[in-house]
């Protein structure tokens, strides 16, 4: 394979994930919009705990997407995996832009919602795994957290161009009006438009030589039963994973909520502060991975984890209300930065613990899964928390977990030394 195929390979996984994340993301950038639609009785709070509920059962559908697309990708290639994903969220993104609301069509409104969401959280499920083995393994050894950083990239590019949707609709296109009626819609059929296109560039893409090279009987195997047979190596995802993915919603996208229920900002400037936030935050993601192809992934992960969890209170104390929008941009670029010891690196660490005949399983299942409970419950057990007037009870949560998995950085290895991807390489050269 020539440098040039590697990259054009690695550019068309990228901007498939792009797709992907962007097509999640819309959905809590306009919920603050498209909320009444669906649940039109109670309060702002009570609308986004409905709308809020349904992007977490949609994480619940996430562990089963892991678990069929990474035992299709383990099989039957990480480019068919990924073709099969970006086909399932397409199809998410074109019920909700159709569905009509609630004073259409009752009831059917909110469930036509759920089922869109099932059908995204089957595709962003085995989205991960597959897209992370992927560049995991089609990135040389040197260059390795670098080129996997970009998951994270097209990951944070896909929730910041929800935002920059979202902003140009808001100050350019439509009144406040037409958002909350129709506008909202667009995004959303913009996303299906998008994944035939990512649909297109993901059909030609090279499969990984690592994928290739793997014998017969390796591909024969029964790989659920096969991932149980490394628990240390599941654990250490799950462990890992706890606290980095609730610090990563926390302050992504709950954070543009936050602004506006708790800081009291309006629903403009905490777009503008939620989206300058994750522009620069995106940009570390490449510095960051290039650092642990220096220094190693460890040393970034224990960074996070003593930052999470002795700066998480204070970073919210002082986002209170009458924080200014500057104010609010520094502060939540601080925490931002602090998890892209955690963001930047966390697909290759996994990639790196499983060998290559159970990888893309090896790397979503428990990934999926820790997410569905931590993540996706995120926003829900935020507002939870104020509505039950213990705000402060959240900031408490987040840090334990932190706290939780720094005690897992502190006892792995570090996966740069012990790649199980430069091991099977050299099985493979044997």
């Given at each position: ?5 590697r990259?054009?390979?690695?550019f ?13 993301y819309?959905?809590?950038a ?20 409905n ?14 997407g892991a ?20 086909l399932?969220m397409?199809g ?12 259409q ?8 919602l ?27 050894r040197?260059?390795?957290g ?16 929800a935002?920059?949707?979202l902003?140009?609709l808001q100050?350019?296109?439509?009144t406040?009006e037409?958002?909350?009626d ?5 995004p ?5 438009l ?17 994928f290739?090279q ?5 591909r ?15 654990l ?6 706890l ?13 543009q ?5 708790s800081?009291?900002m ?5 777009t503008a ?7 620069v935050?995106?940009l570390?993601?490449p510095?960051v ?33 009458g ?8 502060l939540?670029?601080?925490a ?11 697909a ?16 979503g ?60 390489a050299?099985q493979?050269?044997?």
């Amino acid at each position: 394979m020539t440098a040039a195929q590697r990259l054009r390979s690695i550019f068309s996984g990228s901007v498939g994930n792009l797709v992907e994340w962007y097509d999640w993301y819309v959905y809590t950038a306009f919920a603050l919009y498209f909320a009444p639609v669906f649940f039109p009785a109670g309060d702002q709070a009570a609308q986004l705990l409905n709308t809020a509920a349904v992007f977490a059962v949609g994480f619940l559908m996430r562990p089963l997407g892991a678990w069929l697309l990474g035992e299709y990708a383990d099989r039957h290639g990480r480019k068919a995996a990924l073709v099969l994903s970006v086909l399932m969220m397409c199809g998410g993104s074109l019920l909700i832009a159709l569905t009509p609301g609630y004073a259409q069509i009752g009831v059917a409104a909110p469930v036509l919602l759920l089922l869109a969401r099932l059908l995204q959280g089957l595709s962003v499920g085995g989205e991960y795994g597959a897209s992370a083995t992927y560049l995991s393994e089609m990135a040389s050894r040197e260059h390795r957290g670098f080129w996997s950083s970009f998951q994270y990239v097209t990951l944070i590019m896909g929730q910041l161009l929800a935002l920059a949707v979202l902003i140009l609709l808001q100050r350019f296109v439509l009144t406040s009006e037409q958002l909350h009626d129709w506008g909202w819609r667009i995004p959303f059929a913009v996303g299906a438009l998008a994944a035939l296109v990512s649909l297109y560039l993901r059909r030609s893409m090279l499969e990984t030589e690592a994928f290739r090279q793997q014998s017969g009987s390796n591909r024969a195997r029964h790989r659920l039963c096969e991932l149980l047979a490394h628990p240390r190596a599941l654990l250490t995802v799950v462990g890992l994973t706890l606290g980095g993915t609730l610090a990563f919603y926390t302050f992504s996208t709950y954070m543009q909520k936050y602004l506006v229920i708790s800081a009291g900002m309006s629903k403009d400037t905490a777009t503008a502060v939620s989206a300058a936030t994750l522009f620069v935050f995106m940009l570390l993601q490449p510095l960051v991975g290039a650092l642990s192809d220096r220094i190693g992934r460890r040393p970034l992960l224990i960074a996070f984890g003593v930052l999470g969890t002795f700066g998480t209170v204070p970073l919210f104390g002082a986002l209170g209300p009458g924080v200014s929008a500057v104010e609010a941009f520094g502060l939540i670029l601080l925490a931002l930065t602090a998890i892209s010891g955690y963001t930047a690196i966390n697909a290759v660490v996994k990639a790196e613990l499983f060998p290559v005949e159970i990888r893309a399983l090896g790397v979503g299942l428990p990934y999926a899964l820790t997410v569905s409970i931590f993540g996706g419950t995120a926003e829900m057990l935020a507002i939870w928390f104020k509505t039950q007037g213990m705000e402060s009870g959240y900031y408490w949560y987040v840090t334990a977990c932190i706290a939780l998995s720094l005690t897992v950085y502190l006892c792995m290895d570090d996966t740069r030394r012990t790649s199980r991807i430069d091991r099977d390489a050299l099985q493979e050269k044997a």
